[in-house]
T-cell receptor, first 112, second 117 residues
Framework: EDQVTQSPEALRLQEGESSSLNCSYT??????LFWYRQDPGKGPEFLFT???AGEEKEKERLKATLTKKESFLHITAPKPEDSATYLC?????????????FGTGTQLKVEL | GAVVSQHPSWVICKSGTSVKIECRSL??????MFWYRQFPKQSLMLMAT?????????EQGVEKDKFLINHASLTLSTLTVTSAHPEDSSFYIC?????????????FGPGTRLLVL
């Protein structure tokens, strides 16, 4: 069965304390893996797309990496404004067309 | 670039009434738009895929007669919740994929909070 699992469910960091969020997937024929940031009461904001194992993308304090079974979102020296829920989604052949399957997200809180 | 808007941002209605939510791509044309529903502390659940000029494709378990979707142009899709009931209260989010783009990225709107009394 196609699945996307994110861990941890929640993460509390001190400002400047680097960490990683995990997204593991079991899908047939990955077409792309997407990371989004969602603030409370708002729609997801696009961060990265990764298409093949070994690929890496960076944006400010965030870096996304991809292997054949999982993706990591590394947060370097986070700030309180990085607090949000981070969602991972996969697009896969058996999903049909352009559909995305989302994980349940990691709720990140960065404290001073 | 890639801005998607939704209107209204929140709506309160009485049980039995219908509510229409608009989703617009502001700076790009979208051949495909998607409608999601999100319950508190849960992830996004796809309700339907909407292609411009054709009928929407609904996910299993989503009633097409209750959630009417129209995608009349490359920049506008609407979701109408017909005869709304309290259990339809949720956060509805649309997304759009750029026309003619080799990228598969979906860009999301800000969401519409629906409360049915």
């Amino acid at each position: 069965e196609d699945q996307v699992t994110q861990s941890p469910e929640a993460l509390r960091l001190q400002e400047g304390e680097s960490s990683s969020l995990n997204c593991s997937y079991t899908v047939s024929g990955l077409r792309g893996l997407f990371w989004y940031r969602q603030d409370p009461g708002k729609g997801p904001e696009f961060l990265f797309t990764l298409y093949s194992a070994g690929e890496e993308k960076e944006k400010e304090r965030l870096k996304a990496t991809l292997t054949k079974k999982e993706s990591f979102l590394h947060i370097t020296a986070p700030k309180p404004e990085d607090s949000a829920t981070y969602l991972c989604a996969v697009q896969h052949l058996t999903g049909g067309g352009n559909k995305l399957t989302f994980g349940t997200g990691t709720q990140l809180k960065v404290e001073l | 670039g890639a801005v998607v808007s939704q209107h209204p941002s929140w709506v309160i209605c009485k049980s039995g009434t219908s509510v229409k939510i608009e989703c617009r791509s502001l700076d790009f044309q979208a051949t495909t738009m998607f409608w999601y529903r999100q319950f508190p502390k849960q992830s996004l659940m796809l309700m339907a895929t909407s292609n411009e000029g054709s009928k929407a494709t609904y996910e299993q378990g989503v009633e097409k007669d209750k959630f009417l979707i129209n995608h009349a142009s490359l920049t506008l899709s609407t979701l109408t919740v017909t005869s709304a009931h309290p259990e339809d209260s949720s956060f509805y989010i649309c997304s759009a994929r750029a026309a003619g783009s080799y990228q598969e990225t979906q860009y999301f709107g800000p969401g519409t909070r629906l409360l049915v009394l």
